[in-house]
């Protein structure tokens, strides 16, 4: 009991102030849409991570019905911190990390529970490497779609000039329509 007091007057530190959550989203806000019709797009999405800072109004001891005990903030459920044995607040809220982020993501897309992180520079650190990653990506991907743009301006200089050499060999000028 004396833990779960120590854990609880520390989360309950974090009234006035911000708890963090993580969340990620398609770059492109109409990637589903297009999947849907059936227009061009990559054929997954590419991702943007953002951080979601939320002011602490609140913050409760809860008791689910299968008896967990959790402080949960705002009088929301998905922003709740299991009171576990430990002498801590770092046994319950993850350090930013790689690894941290990516669980935390997975969880609130598989179960909409939100993981809480409060080191907001660690967690920028974080959230950069993976926009980093995604940059990469779709910068990978319009490097490839520039090519076969290059392809088809050099499909059309080929037939332009065929087009006009033919032409010439006939001594019709077409340089007034085809520039």
């Known amino acids: 009991m004396k833990t779960e007091i120590i854990?609880?007057?520390?989360?309950?530190a974090a009234l006035g102030k911000f708890v963090l959550t993580v969340e990620r989203n398609p770059v492109d806000p109409d990637y589903s849409r297009k999947v849907a019709e059936?227009?061009?797009r990559t054929s997954s999405p590419i991702y943007m991570y953002s951080i979601?800072?939320?002011?602490?109004?609140?913050?409760?001891i809860v008791e689910t019905t299968n008896g967990g005990?959790?402080?949960?903030?705002?009088?929301?459920?998905?922003?709740?911190i299991p009171l576990i044995s430990g002498d801590t607040i770092d046994k319950v809220i993850p350090?930013?990390?790689a690894d941290s982020v990516r669980v935390a993501i997975n969880k609130y897309e598989t179960t909409k529970q939100k993981t809480i992180f409060i080191d907001y520079?660690?967690?920028v650190k974080e959230v950069a490497a993976l926009n980093n990653e995604s940059e990469a990506i779709l910068t990978a991907f319009v490097n490839e779609m520039m090519k076969y743009v290059k392809t088809?301006?050099?499909?059309?200089s080929t037939e332009i000039a065929a087009c006009k050499?033919?032409?010439?060999?006939?001594?019709?000028?077409?340089s007034s329509i085809l520039g």
């Open 165 to 174: 050499s033919a032409m010439e060999d006939e001594g019709i000028d077409v």
């Open 152 to 156: 088809l301006r050099d499909a059309t």
């Open 121 to 123: 520079p660690a967690l």
């Open 7 to 12: 854990l609880a007057s520390q989360c309950g």
């Open 95 to 97: 350090k930013p990390s």
């Open 52 to 60: 979601k800072p939320i002011k602490v109004k609140n913050a409760e």
């Open 38 to 40: 059936n227009k061009l």
């Open 69 to 80: 005990k959790f402080v949960e903030y705002n009088n929301d459920a998905t922003l709740r």
